[in-house]
């Protein structure tokens, strides 16, 4: 390239000092195939911009100042219009749902660390409901922390569907724990979801053949204290507040616990919001 084209081009300086972005910065949106030069001198390694690429660079820096990864930001600068758009609107519903879990985990946190978690469990309020005896179709896995969202996805989804195929579902789903899931112990867990035709379900229980974790058992009647939380509570450690509360309420009226700890959903967790209500945090009970 002749000096007369290089004419027609913005150095590295000039085009940083329009994109509003450092040299450095273009150098690594430049390796990281962001936002390529017009045209890198063979002799000095000089890099060259066009003036018409200002827009891309400055939609690159805006969009990293939204905290999206740089292969988030690959993805939407190489999308068109509308779909990148649409990209964009993805991403950020995530990072709502993130912050919201957050502010709910960094409020549990502050009352620790205070000493002040009775002001907090106040914001939870807890009530008992009794629940009839029922039989259900269950999943019992050990699972961790990290594991434990993407389980409780997949094994009530295979639940649900075998049990509209066995009278229908007659009540919302529920994960048990019959030991404690964190980073460091596994539980187990148990995913329930009741059936209407309890024979029906047996039957497809058996085809699932042996090794299956799949069980049919009948879930005695039982009295629930709970209270109801968001889906931004939902998240591990964030939850443990909604049970700690529960606990503290369930001690202060003498009562006792007769069963696992369990987890009540009866909305539609993909189309609820972070702020929407979800699940019911719940212990068995018994007592005055």
């Known amino acids: 390239m002749n000096a007369q ?9 000039e085009f940083a000092a329009r994109a ?20 890198v001198d063979e002799v000095s390694g000089y890099r060259y911009y066009r003036s018409d690429q200002v827009e891309r660079a400055r939609t690159v820096a805006l969009l990293r100042r939204l905290d999206m990864p740089l292969a988030g930001v690959a993805e939407i600068v190489a999308l068109d219009g ?6 964009l609107d993805g ?6 749902e993130r912050f919201a879990e957050q502010r709910t985990l960094a409020r549990y946190l502050r009352g620790r660390l205070s000493g002040r978690n009775t002001e907090l469990y ?10 009839p005896e029922r039989y259900v179709i269950s999943e019992t896995r050990h ?5 434990l969202p993407s389980w409780i996805g997949t094994s009530l989804e295979r639940l649900e569907e075998a049990a509209e195929q066995c009278g229908g579902i007659p009540a919302a789903p529920s ?5 404690e899931v964190t980073e460091e112990s596994d539980g187990p867990a148990e995913s329930c979801v ?13 085809r699932q053949g042996r090794g299956s974790d799949v069980k049919v058992r009948l879930e005695p009647a039982h009295r629930l204290a709970y209270t109801r939380i968001t889906k931004a509570q939902v998240s591990y450690p964030q939850i443990v507040a909604a049970f700690d509360a529960v606990e503290a309420w369930i001690a202060e009226r003498g009562l006792t616990v007769t069963g696992p700890c369990r987890e009540v959903y009866f909305a539609d967790w993909a189309s609820a919001g972070p702020q929407d209500q979800v699940c019911d945090v719940a212990f068995p009970v018994s007592g005055p």
């Open 122 to 131: 106040a914001t939870f309020e807890v009530k008992t409901v009794d629940v």
């Open 5 to 13: 084209e290089h004419g027609r081009l913005l150095s590295i300086g």
């Open 175 to 179: 994960v048990l724990y019959h030991a």
């Open 20 to 39: 509003r972005l450092s040299p450095k910065a273009l150098r690594l949106y430049d390796r990281l195939g962001l936002l390529q030069p017009a045209h």
């Open 194 to 206: 009741p059936v209407g035709d309890a024979e029906a379900a047996r039957a497809w229980a058996q």
């Open 82 to 87: 509308e779909r990148a758009a649409r990209s």
């Open 143 to 147: 699972v961790r922390a990290a594991e």
């Open 91 to 96: 991403y950020w519903a995530g990072a709502e």
